[in-house]
């Protein structure tokens, strides 16, 4: 981890800086380096689908693939910029999937809000049992997802448009 001093000293000595989010970005431009901002990914809707042998989350994305981590979470608690906070969703295991580089403007507010986002309440799928949202902000963007058991997971990019699926076998 690099404290707000480091990473200034960092980007200080940086001829060209380039940057996915804000934060990077203000203290580039404020040391008078020149700054190439990445265009972000807007997301896309949320899904989940059955198959035969597993069940599959989905992320779509207009534009790039985000940057992105998908881990099991150790309990029924996750940490995000409030603080530590309990998981209220179904499950007996939780996978935290977070998504960076998404803008946090009017857009994606909208699209958060369409009840097609993504899908609300406890599924009836044998694996993945319910989806939550832990958060947007400043580019983060956090899903938590309630599974059954822990099982081994699969995560794939598809292009065309961009997503990112998760598979939990049964």
């Not at 990473?7 to 996915?20: F, I, K, N, P, Q």
């Not at 207009?62 to 910029?81: D, I, T």
């Not at 969703?89 to 809000?113: S, W």
């Amino acid at each position: 981890r690099v404290d707000l001093g480091g990473l200034a000293e960092v980007l200080g000595g940086a001829e060209v800086v380039v940057v996915g989010n804000t934060g990077p970005a203000h203290l580039a431009a404020a040391g008078a380096q020149a700054v190439l901002a990445v265009p972000a990914a807007a997301g896309g809707n949320v899904r989940v689908g059955r198959h035969q042998t597993f069940d599959r989350v989905g992320f779509e994305f207009a534009g790039s693939m985000p940057n992105y981590q998908v881990e099991y979470l150790k309990g029924r608690f996750y940490e995000n910029e409030g603080g530590r906070q309990r998981i209220k969703i179904a499950g007996n295991a939780f996978v935290q999937v977070n998504l960076n580089l998404i803008p946090t403007d009017e857009e994606q507010m909208k699209l958060r809000e369409q009840d097609s986002f993504m899908p609300k309440g406890r599924l009836k799928f044998r694996s993945v049992w319910e989806l939550d949202e832990a958060g947007l902000f400043e580019g983060y963007y956090d899903f938590l997802l309630g599974i059954r058991a822990r099982k081994q997971f699969r995560v794939t990019e598809l292009s065309q448009p961009w997503r990112l699926v998760i598979d939990f076998k049964h």
